[in-house]
DNA sequence: CTATTTCATGAAATGGGTTTCATTAATCTG
DNA sequence: CAGATTAATGAAACCCATTTCATGAAATAG
C-alpha cells in the first residue's frame, strides 16, 4: 500500500509551512488568497486527505459516536439508528454500531474499546443496561464511562441514576391501546409477552391496568401472559390464553408488534378471525406492522426521533449547551385492521 | 470533563519509563516481574485507557471497518451486518456503519470521512456502486480508495472492474425458486417485483426464462413486472397481474421478499387463497417471511455469510494472506407455506 | 574467569496533525 | 506621516502512544 501523504508533503510542496496549509484546511485564520490557491492546487493534485487520526489526538474530538444495540436484526432498532444517523450526519458524526447479540460481557468489552477510541458520545438502547434488574457492576461500569464521555439511555430506565435519557411514554402508549379497545366495546381484554422483569413489560402492565380499573373494568390475572419478545412466544402465549374455553377475552394487547404477529398466527391457526372473533393490538408500529394481514392496530413509538434525540443530546453536551437530563416522547396510536368492535356476547 | 490519565502519568507513578510501560500493556518484551506488578497496580488504580487514536497513528491500523448501506431499515441488511459483526469482532474490529439512505452524494461523503479516519476496510453493500449503470466518477472513486483501503462489494457486480467481491449467486436462487414451481405442476409464471436497472433484478429474470426455457415453458412479457423493492410496489404490480383475468398466472416469483409480501396481499383483498389459487414466492427470507400469514416460500442468501466473508476477506489482505478476488455462495430454498400445487385449470 | 548472549530498561525519534507565540508586512487611525 | 492595528506567515510545542537504539546488568558458554 502506498505511503498516505501528509501536511508536511503539502507544505514543502507548496514552499509554505505546515501552520499555513492547516490554517487552509480548517479556515481558522486569514491566508493570502495567492497562498490558498497555490496550496490548495497542491492539496487536490495529491488528492490529500488529513490524516483524522492525528487531528482527534490533539483536538481531543474524533466526531464519532456509538450505539450499543442488543439485536440489530429486531427491526425496532434499524428505525432508531435510521433516525440517529441522519441527526448524526446533521451534526458531523460518523457512526460506530455495536451489536451485542444479547452476549453478556460484550456490553462491557465494547464500552472499553469505545473509550479507548475516545467516541464523541454513546448510545444505549435496549440491553442490559436499561433493564430494572441491571446487575451493579454494569452500572458502575457505564457511571464510570459517563464521567468523560456523554452517555444517554434511549427507551430505559434505570431509576436511581441520572443518566442522560430520551424515552418514549410506553405507560401512555399502553393507555391509549387499552383506551381504544374499550371504546370499541371491549371489556374481556388480557396482556401478553415480555419477560416480567423488563421495564417495557412492568409499565405496559401497569398502565393497562390502571385504565380498565378507571372505568371499573379488571384485568384478569390468568389474562396476564409473560414471555419472550418473539413471534413464536406470541403464539405460545395466545394459545394459551385460546385453551381456556371457559373465558376466553375478546382483545389481546401485546408487548410488542412480534408477539402481536404470533398472536394472530395462533388465532387463525385456531379458525378465529381477526378483527371480527378477537382484536389484537400490537406495539412498536415497526416495518411489520403493514407486513401481515390484516395490518397490525399498534403503537408507534416514534422510533426515529428518539435516536435523533439522543444524537442531539450528544452535541448538547459536548458543546457545553444546556441541555434537560430527560426527553420523553408520546406514543401515538395507529389504528389499523387488526382491531375492531367487539363481538356480540352470546351467553 | 476530567483528563485522562496517559501512559505518562502511568510512567512517573510507577517510577519507570514509558517505554517499559508501554511493553507491559502490548506484551511487546520480557519486562521483569516486580516492575510489571508494579505497573499493573498503577494502570488499575487509575483505570487507565491507553488512546486508540495516539496507537493507530503510529500502529497505522485502526481496527476498525465500515459498512456503507442504502437503507438499514430494509432487514435484509440489519442480517449481514450481524454477520459482519459477529465475524469482526473475532478478528478484533468496530464497525462503522453508514446509511446513505439512497441520497446520491452520501455516498463518497462518506468514503471521505472513512478515508480520513483511516478505516481498515470498507465494505459495500447494496446502493449505487453495485449496480450496473454505477457513475462512473463514483466507481473512479472507489477504485481510488481501493488503493490504500482494502473495498469489498457485496452483492453486486461491477463488471468491468476487480474489486474484490462477495455475493449470492442469485441466478441460481430465482432458478431453484422456477424449478420448485415447476415441479409443483406450474405452468404459468410471472415475475414482479426491482428495477429493472439494477443486476439484482437483470439477473433473477434471466434465470427464471432460462429455467423455463429450458423446459419448453415461456415466461410470457406481459408477465414481466418492474417496479420499486417495497412492499407497496409488490401490490401495485400484482395488481396490474390480475387485472388480466384473460390470463392469469398460477405462480408469481418476487425479486425480494418486500414484493411477495405485496403481492400476497393484493392477492387476498381479491379473495384469492394463497396458495391454493395462487403461489407465490420470495427473495431473501428476511425475518418478514416467517412474520406473515401464509409464510413465505423463499430464497435465502445466506446474508450472515455474506457479512461474515466480506470482513474475513479484509482480515486476509490487511494481514498479507492470500486470498481470491470473488466468493460466490450458493442461495438455497426454504419451501414454506406460500406456495403449493397448482390449481386444476378448469378451461 | 572471561566472552558472549539474553534480559531489563531508558532516551529519543516517530506518526501527522493543531495551536500558541513571535515576527514582519500591510493597512488603518488621527 | 508616526503610531496602532490587523494580516500573513513560520517555528516550535503539543497530543499520546509505539518502536528503535543504546546501555548496563544478569545469565550462560567455553
Redesign the interface.
Known amino acids: 500500500?502506498?505511503k498516505?501523504t501528509t501536511i508536511y508533503d503539502i507544505a514543502r510542496e507548496a514552499e509554505v509551512s505546515v501552520s499555513t496549509v492547516s490554517r487552509v484546511l480548517n479556515d481558522t485564520a486569514p491566508v493570502k488568497a495567492s497562498t490558498r490557491d497555490k496550496i490548495m492546487k497542491v492539496i487536490e493534485k495529491h488528492?490529500f486527505?488529513?490524516?483524522?487520526?492525528?487531528r482527534?489526538?490533539i483536538k481531543k474530538e474524533?466526531?464519532?459516536i456509538a450505539m450499543i444495540v442488543p439485536d440489530?436484526?429486531n427491526?425496532f432498532?434499524?428505525?432508531v439508528?435510521?433516525g440517529a444517523?441522519?441527526e448524526a450526519?446533521d451534526k458531523g458524526y460518523?457512526?460506530?454500531?455495536?451489536?451485542t447479540?444479547g452476549d453478556d460481557d460484550?456490553e462491557s468489552e465494547?464500552l472499553?474499546?469505545?473509550?479507548?477510541?475516545?467516541v464523541d458520545g454513546i448510545i444505549f438502547i435496549g440491553g442490559r443496561i436499561n433493564l430494572a434488574n441491571c446487575p451493579p457492576e454494569l452500572v458502575q461500569e457505564v457511571q464510570?464511562a459517563a464521567?468523560?464521555i456523554p452517555v444517554v439511555l434511549v427507551n430505559g430506565n434505570l431509576a436511581k441514576t441520572k443518566f442522560h435519557r430520551v424515552y418514549s411514554d410506553e405507560a401512555v402508549g399502553a393507555a391509549l391501546a387499552t383506551q381504544h379497545l374499550i371504546d370499541l366495546g371491549h371489556r374481556d381484554i388480557a396482556f401478553i409477552g415480555g419477560l416480567d422483569f423488563m421495564t417495557t413489560t412492568i409499565q405496559k402492565v401497569k398502565a393497562v391496568k390502571k385504565t380498565l380499573e378507571d372505568q371499573q373494568l379488571t384485568l384478569r390475572k390468568e389474562w396476564i401472559q409473560y414471555g419472550e419478545f418473539s413471534?413464536q412466544a406470541g403464539r405460545d402465549l395466545m394459545n394459551k390464553l385460546l385453551d381456556d374455553s371457559e373465558h376466553r377475552p375478546t382483545a389481546v394487547l401485546c408487548v410488542n408488534d412480534?408477539t402481536a404477529?404470533g398472536a394472530?398466527?395462533a388465532a387463525?391457526e385456531r379458525g378465529l378471525h381477526v378483527p371480527e372473533d378477537i382484536s389484537i393490538v400490537g406495539f412498536d408500529d415497526s416495518?411489520?406492522s403493514?407486513?401481515?394481514?390484516p395490518e397490525l392496530t399498534t403503537v408507534t413509538q416514534n422510533t426515529h426521533e428518539l435516536g435523533k434525540y439522543a444524537v442531539e443530546r450528544i452535541f448538547q453536551i459536548n458543546n457545553g449547551m444546556p441541555t434537560k437530563r430527560t426527553t420523553v416522547l408520546t406514543p401515538k396510536l395507529i389504528v389499523r385492521q387488526s382491531s375492531g368492535p367487539a363481538p356480540v356476547k352470546r351467553k
Open positions: 500500500m502506498v498516505n488528492k486527505q488529513p490524516n483524522a487520526l492525528a482527534s489526538l474524533t466526531g464519532t440489530i436484526t427491526p432498532f434499524p428505525e439508528f435510521y444517523n441522519q450526519r460518523t457512526f460506530f454500531l455495536c451489536n447479540s460484550r465494547y472499553t474499546i469505545l473509550r479507548e477510541k475516545r464510570e464521567e468523560t413471534i412480534f404477529i394472530i398466527k387463525s416495518p411489520l403493514t407486513a401481515v394481514i
